[in-house]
């Protein structure tokens, strides 16, 4: 399958119309039709559903839009990055999860971006099992996780903070008036937990391997929609502090007791060949 064929896919699935796309990419209606029938004769499936006014995706179409995309967003990426060495140029994916080592990264991204003004960073937000998926993609240079992760097959270094692990709540709810919160007190109170792999693993031992007493109603990947539920009252939400500002609004964090902790590590692909400009960046992080 050849790139250009691929780009020419992509386009009429973001049109929907095989002549809005021909006009797009500067093709006759006739030729981009025969390049799709190919592209299907050669994958030996069927891409689209043909309507009277709008084209939809089959099944196997929707899987070719979604890894299409990661495809050429990787080619893009390699292309940026294949400079001569004495040239410090190129993009660095960055993935991350919510926690406030990321201005460590911040603040070493800025010392980068000064010395080397051609380098361009670019950002990603999920969880661990996210950012795992990104790297092995070739889609992610870096990821910062939350501990506990699996990192068998990663490199990795450790970052200096550490997340605390507590409760959000409203500030109306009885748990805000307390200073801590232990095991006992989450007992019929109605939860969203992380969708991390390992958290319910770490929580779990907290809670003296008893997370079945926990009322679960819900999960999140990222803090903010589920910051959103508990405004509302919909339940509680364990997570680490700092990443939603509890300032003039009307939720609380409360820490849990005994203190539970959470590592950070910043981790990449074993063995993979970066760019000079994620090398420079990796060695800036080092030293920092």
């Known amino acids: ?42 994958l030996g499936v069927i891409l689209f559903e043909r309507g009277n006014r709008e084209i939809s995706l089959t099944e196997e179409g929707l899987f070719l839009l979604s890894k299409g995309n990661e495809i050429l967003t990787l080619v893009e990426k390699t292309t940026m990055n294949l400079r001569k060495d004495e ?34 960073v670019n950002l990603y937000s999920g969880n661990a099992d996210d950012i795992m998926g990104k790297l092995d993609a070739g889609l992610l240079d870096f990821g910062v996780v939350v501990n506990p992760t699996n990192k068998q097959k990663y490199a990795y270094i450790n970052l200096p903070q550490k997340d605390r692990w507590g409760l959000l709540v409203r500030c109306d709810h009885f ?25 319910s693993n770490q929580i779990s031992e907290w809670l003296g391997n008893n997370l079945d007493q926990l009322d679960i109603v819900g999960s999140y990947n990222l803090l903010y929609n589920a910051s959103l539920m508990v405004e509302q009252g919909v339940g509680c939400a364990l997570c680490i502090d700092g990443i939603i500002n509890t300032t003039e609004s009307n939720l609380s964090f409360v820490p849990l007791q005994p203190k539970l902790d959470a590592s950070l590590s910043m981790i990449w692909k074993k063995n993979q060949a970066m760019s000079i400009a994620a090398t420079k960046f990796l060695d800036q992080l080092k030293a920092e």
């Open 87 to 120: 040239v410090v140029a190129g993009e660095i994916h960055v993935g991350g999860g919510e926690t406030k080592a990321m201005s460590l990264i911040a603040k070493t991204m800025k010392q980068m971006m000064d010395a080397y003004p051609e380098v361009k």
């Open 175 to 199: 748990l805000a008036e307390k200073e801590t919160i232990m095991p006992a007190d989450l007992v019929g109170v109605p939860l969203f937990v992380s969708q991390q792999s390992l958290v």
């Open 1 to 42: 399958m050849e790139l250009r064929v691929l780009n020419y896919f992509l386009a009429v699935a973001r049109e929907r119309n095989i002549s809005k796309a021909a006009k797009s990419l500067h093709l006759s209606q006739p030729t981009l039709s025969k390049q799709l029938k190919e592209l299907e004769e050669e």
